[in-house]
């Protein structure tokens, strides 16, 4: 991302990539939080809880779903597991 310069207001502009990639709309609602040794930008949740629901399923252009994601890792972890399992001359009872 290019950087950002500060007006004398005290505004930036965030780049439409980010803003398009973040839900970002006009009259968006932002914290601008104090994290040490730099500032981090975040939206402000009105309602953590509801606002936050279906967060796992987000996902941005060409990738999976969190949970769709997670679900597949599990499986092939599990099919290792398996395999790891049997080869190991054991046999399961």
Known sequence: ????????????VLPAEMR?????????VVEVVDAGDH????????????????????KTEGEKPLTEALLESRRAEAARERADGNSSGHSPE
Not at 20 to 28: A, I, L, Q, V
Not at 39 to 58: D, F, N, Y
């Open 20 to 28: 398009r990639r973040y839900g970002m709309e006009p009259g968006t």
């Open 39 to 58: 500032v981090v930008v975040v939206p402000h949740l009105i309602e953590p809880v509801a606002e936050l629901r279906g967060i796992l399923g987000r």
């Open 1 to 12: 991302m290019p950087p950002v310069r500060v007006s004398t207001k005290g505004q930036i």
